[in-house]
């Protein structure tokens, strides 16, 4: 095994030097940091894995996209057609926009920036966060960036991408205009979710059955909902495979009937395929060609739900499930109902079913029914993922997240927010009672998705990717003109029905902007009142208290310094355990953290005073819970941290050093082996220390002095180990903070109603920490404590 030692001269969060100890077995650090890079970053699935993959994702993303031709031109001619050249300009329209919107934007650049597979607007947030300071939670430590899955990279200074960056993190108020921006993308998708099952169900039924009263329509739109709700429970991978079958025979049906009326009644709908019908259709239409552009932006509506999806899906499965089946097969049905309609103007309201042919009609009618129930399935999905996503970087109250597959990890359930989004589908089916207005409610919300999106992924373009600012332009200006002229045309239609997303989004907007702020709030005030280290060393190795025989693991949102809720402990009880350990559990802007990296253990105090702390790091894509052996990998960490730091003590001449050590299994097994309580352990550990005041030598005699030093301080390594095991024999207590957090007396009232009604609702209805950390009843000590803020 080959030793390392060097000095760490960047470091600026710590004074003096910092010692780093690589120890190695058989092959360089670079090369092993790069194969797990690589490892994490792609994942290579065989091609019949994929060709599997892909055929789901046709049952989970593609089913709202899907069925849009059962209503686009319905709505696009609500009060019918006058000229049938308005019905070619009307598929140039639906040929462009989905040629421009899902075909290039999204299937060959937005879902080129997911984050390692992970998409949806806190997918981009996430990566613009870790290549500019932009995160508003400050909880971020330089050991963060040396992660496999954190890829970081330096910019030039005087590059456009440093001089964006620079811009960015110059003001507090930019960083909270780009969250504020991220979580109005997130509440319109939200929006989306509770849209889309309400127009797929009663749109579908009614366009099935136009003749059925409305309170029929609604009362089965109902019943479908509950079905389609209960189902999800299942997870994705079953719903895919009950739902691909019925959308891959959609696709291939509305594609041939499309073929067939192309060739059956008029060819020259081909035409649409040039853009001067574009033109022609909105100088001969005017206002009424303009605000039909609502009814057109229903054939690219389940798109955004596409990149939400990714984290359900491969990239490479989406974009051959999408380019292969979904996209031909879109183009020749609306080329098919346009070439129907052209001899046929009067059928508007039904086109699709009247162009079926009539010796497949009752196969294609239930199959379209079925379609139309499983078209929510994308936007359903797609919310699981990105609440998921914001629950971990600190913006959605705690909820229960399940994983429903072991294969890929990113596909979850979240039952709370299922229930609620039924709920609310209901509501909306049953308020309003009209495909139509639905159809414009839905029409705002994806705009808005859209636009977010495109600011998102232009930063994105210049930060992340480095493109050259003419790309960034092109991109930027074309998405800019298409999604803005939709825009304009939804605006026309808020008073018809657009105002239900706004004020869905605007309540899950408040909820996720206030639970933000009022975490961001607690955690500057724990950051200010933590306890000194002088106060700590004042008290003595004791602590001015009885050290009863055992283990205390104070939870703490601090990943440096000791937490107030310490000094409220023991000020308030005459005893603590002879072993104390803060337990921080974060999560980073990185989609997943490997279990080789997860732990970060550093010593407070001298060692006599037995106090450690360990900083658990998860990515969003981890569940914190699912991690059954999380004390046990704890203390195993807490060990080989402790032979470490036997090993590399009288290395250092600084007052604070750092040993961050990487094994390979053998090396880690060997360590844990030595101690005979501990069993071995199948992992990496990274281990540092920043608190810790030993004496130490010159480093000119380091290299000299690593062995001897180690086998000069086996004696009392043995005796801390034989010390800890004994306190952990003696039993494990979990301190937990049961924090109250109220605002200040001086402060305004919209900050009083904030946090002492909205936050503090939240905090009552949201999961308790002592269910998200898995602790059981018998162990667990709630210390109760008021913030104001």
Request: aromatic content about 12%; charged content about 15%; overall charge neutral.
């Amino acid at each position: 095994m080959a030793a390392r030692v060097e000095i760490d001269e960047d470091n600026e969060t710590n004074k003096g030097s910092m010692w780093v100890l690589d120890q190695k077995l058989d092959q360089p650090m670079d090369e092993e940091a790069g194969r797990l890079r690589n490892m994490y970053r792609e994942k290579k699935f065989s091609s019949l894995l994929l060709l599997r993959f892909a055929f789901q994702s046709l049952g989970v993303v593609y089913g709202d996209l899907g069925t849009s031709p059962l209503y686009v031109f319905y709505n696009t001619f609500p009060h019918g057609i006058d000229d049938p050249e308005d019905i070619i300009g009307a598929l140039s329209l639906i040929i462009y926009s989905l040629t421009l919107i899902p075909l290039l934007k999204y299937v060959f650049i937005v879902c080129r920036a997911n984050d390692s597979g992970q998409g949806g607007t806190f997918a981009l947030y996430s990566l613009l966060c870790r290549h500019a300071k932009v995160i508003t939670i400050p909880n971020q430590h330089r050991t963060d960036e040396e992660l496999t899955t954190y890829s970081r990279s330096t910019f030039h200074e005087k590059s456009f991408a440093a001089k964006t960056k620079r811009w960015l993190e110059h003001q507090t108020f930019r960083k909270n205009a780009l969250l504020m921006l991220v979580l109005v993308g997130t509440c319109m998708v939200i929006g989306d979710g509770i849209l889309t099952p309400a127009i797929s169900a009663s749109g579908g039924i009614k366009v099935d059955h136009p003749h059925m009263s409305n309170g029929v329509v609604v009362l089965v739109a109902v019943v479908i909902l509950v079905g389609l709700f209960s189902l999800q429970h299942y997870g994705t991978d079953r719903v895919g495979w009950l739902f691909a079958p019925i959308v891959l025979l959609w696709f291939l049906l509305i594609g041939g009937i499309g073929m067939l009326n192309i060739w059956k009644y008029d060819s020259s709908v081909l035409k649409a395929f040039s853009p001067v019908y574009i033109y022609r259709y909105f100088r001969r239409g005017g206002r009424d060609g303009w605000t039909s552009l609502g009814g057109i932006m229903l054939s690219i509506t389940g798109t955004e739900a596409l990149f939400a999806d990714l984290a359900h899906f491969p990239v490479s499965a989406i974009q051959i499930a999408f380019t292969v089946v979904v996209f031909p097969c879109l183009l020749l049905a609306y080329s098919g109902q346009a070439a129907y309609l052209m001899n046929h103007q009067d059928h508007v309201v039904d086109a699709f079913y009247r162009s079926i042919p009539d010796s497949i009609y009752w196969p294609v009618f239930i199959v379209a029914t079925a379609a139309a129930i499983v078209a929510s399935q994308a936007t359903i999905s797609a919310t699981f993922s990105i609440i998921k996503q914001a629950l971990a970087l600190g913006c959605f109250p705690r909820v229960k997240v399940v994983h429903t597959s072991k294969k890929f990890l990113g596909q979850i359930y979240i039952p709370d927010i299922n229930w609620i989004l039924m709920i609310l589908c209901i509501a909306v089916t049953a308020g309003f009672k009209n495909q139509s207005q639905i159809g414009n409610a839905y029409g705002t919300a994806v705009v808005i998705v859209m636009l977010a999106t495109t600011l998102l992924m232009t930063l994105i373009m210049i930060l992340v990717w480095r493109c050259h600012w003419i790309l960034v332009l092109i991109f930027t200006a074309l998405s800019l003109v298409v999604e803005c002229t939709y825009f304009s045309a939804v605006l026309f239609k808020v008073d018809q029905g657009g105002w239900v997303p706004l004020v869905i989004a605007a309540a899950f907007l408040v909820i996720m902007y206030v639970w933000h702020y009022g975490t961001v709030k607690r955690y500057e005030f724990e950051m200010h009142s933590k306890v000194s280290m002088a106060w700590i060393l004042g008290l003595g190795p004791s602590l001015g208290l009885v050290r009863v025989p055992g283990i205390g693991l104070v939870y703490t949102e601090l990943a440096s310094g000791v937490p107030h809720i310490f000094s409220h402990f023991i000020t308030n009880l005459p005893a603590i355990h002879s072993v104390v350990v803060f337990v921080c559990v974060k999560y980073l802007p990185v989609y997943t953290v490997p279990e080789e990296e997860r732990f970060l253990v550093k010593r407070i105090g001298p060692k006599n005073f037995h106090m450690f702390r360990c900083v658990a790091r998860y990515g969003y894509k981890d569940l914190h819970k699912k991690d059954e052996n999380f004390e046990k990998k704890l203390f195993d960490s807490l060990f080989l941290f402790v032979r470490l730091e036997a090993m590399m003590e009288g290395c250092s001449d600084s007052d604070e050093y750092s040993l961050y050590g990487q094994q390979t299994l053998q090396s880690t097994d060997g360590l844990l082996n030595n101690n005979g309580n501990s069993t071995s352990s199948n992992q990496d550990l990274t281990m540092s220390s920043v608190d810790s005041i030993v004496p130490v030598k010159s480093p000119l005699h380091v290299n000299s002095t690593v062995m001897s030093s180690s086998q000069m301080s086996s004696h009392t390594e043995t005796d801390e180990l034989e010390f800890l095991n004994s306190c952990r024999d003696a039993g494990v207590v979990h301190i937990l903070g049961n924090t109250v957090v109220r605002a200040s007396r001086g402060s305004k009232f919209y900050k009083k109603i904030a946090i002492d009604y909205i936050y503090a609702f939240l905090r009552k209805i949201c999961r308790e920490n002592s269910v998200i950390f898995n602790v059981p009843h018998e162990s667990l000590l709630n210390v109760g404590q008021i913030f104001y803020v």
